[in-house]
């Protein structure tokens, strides 16, 4: 069915730029921290920007890890209640929770996120280092880029329920790995 081909090559896509993100990102984080520390201990201080870069390495890394995980049911949730409900009834929570919470929340940060990103373009942080932070548009860039991967996370999430609720589908998603 060309529903579920769509709905794959978006699981694909998604998966694609989180595991790339976390093979380019892990290792930079690693490096940093441990010379952070190695630098701390027998050297000398180090500056701001090691400190800077660490900590928008790692926040590259979970914007981006976002939607995956939420695919793979990765994510943090209170399960306490909706385990003890049946497929079909969770698959109606998991409609809900995308329509009422998720896509309001991640519209919202997309919108005011593009804004944000381009005005910081616009104000002259587009060079290699302004005022001694590095591509600073590009990081304010990645928050609305990585809601936009949960939002399209959430969409084959909902696809994938309605799917399920029609009878297309064996399991609610997202499904349990």
Not at 23 to 49: E, G, H, K, M
Not at 54 to 77: C, D, K, M, P, Q
């Amino acid at each position: 069915m060309f529903i579920h081909t769509i709905l794959r090559f978006l699981e694909r896509a998604i998966a694609g730029i989180s595991i790339g993100a976390a093979w380019i990102l892990l290792p930079i984080l690693i490096s940093v921290r441990v010379f952070d520390i190695v630098a701390r201990q027998y050297i000398i201080t180090p500056s701001n920007f090691i400190q800077a870069l660490e900590w928008r390495a790692f926040l590259l890394f979970v914007l981006l890890s976002f939607g995956y995980t939420y695919l793979r049911n990765a994510h943090i949730r209170v399960d306490i209640l909706r385990t003890g409900f049946s497929l079909r009834t969770q698959a109606w929570i998991e409609i809900g929770g995308c329509l009422l919470a998720m896509a309001p929340f991640c519209i919202v940060v997309i919108d005011y996120g593009v804004d944000y990103s381009w005005q910081s373009y616009l104000q002259g942080e587009r060079e290699l280092v302004a005022l001694g932070r590095p591509l600073k548009w590009l990081v304010k860039a990645i928050v609305p880029f990585g809601t936009f991967l949960l939002l399209l996370a959430g969409i084959v999430v909902l696809t994938r329920n309605v799917l399920f609720l029609l009878g297309q589908e064996d399991q609610p998603a997202p499904r349990q790995f």
